[in-house]
């Protein structure tokens, strides 16, 4: 059973450019959650979505970051017209749902560099 | 929302010594409490969990208390090895199931 899937790994854009992140989850999982790490701090959560709904997007600024996750294929962030602030690694992470099913386990990350 | 409060921030210990951290939360609706260990430049790895049914759940040299009244929850590690060192962070999840994580122990263990 493959872990959590992110990539690309690492990903360099300049200003202004798009960047796409894509997450797969754990077979079987239906759940999936997006955290930002800026360097030596901790976990912010970003987005928990669902196929093909967002639960809950508070933690996502509302300019240039948008996220989806469709019935077929994988989880995808997306920030438009990055800044250097934006540079991060982001995590995410994915669980089964449901009562008890609460564990979260976490893909490889994406780390973004904006020059 | 929620807020998770983690101390220490940093942590040396001796080989074989025991390590305990610490983390408050603030919303009494948070029903699970997960701890990860996140080595540089890897994934954060879940190491042990609690719901809040339970007060105590031991795994190994690793153990987890809850304390639902005073509402805070601590990571015990036993007979720590230089392998433990690490960045640990304590979570809570609440609201709709989003993890609101603590900021971090980097944990030392000096041979």
């Known amino acids: 059973n493959a872990g959590v899937m992110q990539n690309p790994r690492h990903l360099v854009r300049r200003r202004g450019q798009e960047a796409r992140l894509r997450c797969s989850p754990m077979?079987?999982?239906?759940?999936v959650y997006w955290y930002r790490q800026l360097p030596e701090e901790g976990l912010k959560f970003m987005v928990y979505l669902q196929k093909e709904n967002i639960i809950d997007e508070s933690g996502m600024p509302k300019e240039r970051f948008s996220a989806e996750f469709p019935k077929e294929g994988p989880s995808i962030l997306r920030i438009q017209q990055v800044v250097r602030g934006d540079s991060a690694a982001y995590f995410c992470?994915?669980?089964?749902?449901?009562?008890?099913?609460?564990?979260?386990?976490f893909g490889p990350g994406t780390r973004l560099l904006v020059l | 929302g929620e807020n998770v409060e983690q101390h220490p921030s940093t942590l040396s210990v001796q080989e074989g010594d025991s390590a305990v951290i610490k983390c408050t939360y603030s919303d009494s609706a948070s029903n699970y409490f997960p701890w990860y260990k996140q080595e540089l430049g890897k994934r954060p790895q879940l190491i042990i969990d609690?719901?809040?049914?339970?007060g105590e759940k031991k795994d190994q040299r690793i153990a987890v208390t809850l304390n639902k009244t005073a509402k805070h929850f601590s990571l015990h590690i036993t007979e720590t090895q230089p392998e433990d060192s690490a960045v640990y962070f304590c979570?809570?999840?609440?609201?709709?199931?989003?993890?609101?994580f603590g900021s971090g122990t980097q944990l030392t263990v000096l041979p």
């Open positions: 979570a809570a999840r609440w609201a709709l199931g989003q993890l609101t």
């Open positions: 077979k079987g999982h239906s759940h």
């Open positions: 609690i719901r809040s049914n339970v």
């Open positions: 992470a994915s669980s089964p749902g449901g009562q008890g099913q609460e564990t979260q386990y």
